[in-house]
């Protein structure tokens, strides 16, 4: 059987990873679908995409390939992939997880896979890794001409609504870590590499937050939201999510709104309709600790 080798003819890359982005059960949620989209969001991951790619050929053609990224800050490491057929995953999964595992430094000791709710044979890897499922996130999106035209009711609660500065990071932290303690991002990229926008009531205290960028292919990105459970139903969500629009919006120019928000997030759900947005896709993550091998992955995984 063939095993992963790194793969440098870049065009034939690309095609493969378009085509399998494009398929929900065979692709990654860290990329988008199409072409331009998902070239420029490989360029921008924190390792070149190319030298980190690891592939099987049979015959002179790509079945299946996987790259990885990762950051000492949060000191965690993303596989995007494997691409391929469920078949050529199911077979080739393991091995290609163990390629991209060896190319991370060992003091990265998490490592998370994403991918549509229809990616069962993502689903049954992580379940070989002993990775754990995230709960479903639904992805939803939103034209950026319809976003720049949302309007802000009067709050139910005083607030001012700023751009965070350092000062914010402890009241940040509260906010931030609970809800997102495994994410990808720190409280203090928050207020470095992200654009974030916080609710101030007039004591000082933090009502809540939205935090979000543009990202490599162009769109914005509303990455992280979280509002003060005694504040909540006070449309502090509503006005720091706008605030943040706006912010991005003036700072690119991006055709569409995209976030992401938890199944079981009924009220934000609400929210986010309420303004236009519609779902997307159904995502679900697999997080875990470094593999010390990649295992065989469980074929009776489901979505």
Known sequence: MPTPQPFTDRTAALDFIVSCQQD????????????????????????????????VVEQGRLRAAIAVEWDAEPSMAWVHGPWGTPDAVREHGPDLVRAAVVQVPPSIRRFELCGHVANTA?????????????????????????????????????????????????????LHEPEFGEAYATVDQLLTIHRTVVAEAPHGRLLGYASGRIQDDGS????????????????????????????????????????????????AQQLYLSLGMRQDAALRGYRGPRPARAAAPSHGAAS
């Open 24 to 55: 929900p059960a065979a692709g990654t949620a860290f990329l988008g679908e199409d072409r331009a989209g998902v070239e420029a969001e490989l360029e921008g991951l924190e390792q070149p995409w190319l030298q980190t790619l690891r592939a």
């Open 122 to 174: 993502m689903a049954g890897l992580a379940d070989g890794l002993g990775f754990s499922a995230t709960e479903t996130n639904l992805a939803l999106v939103v034209d950026a001409a319809q976003a720049a035209g949302w309007i802000l009711p009067e709050p139910l609660q005083a607030m001012t609504v700023r751009p965070a500065v350092p000062a914010d990071r402890a009241e940040l932290a509260r």
């Open 220 to 267: 914005a990105y509303v990455d992280f939201t979280a509002v003060d459970p005694l504040a909540r139903r006070r449309g502090v969500g509503r006005h720091v999510v706008t605030a943040l629009v706006r912010l991005l919006l003036s700072e690119g120019s991006p055709a569409q709104v995209h976030l992401t928000v938890r199944e079981s997030r009924t009220a």
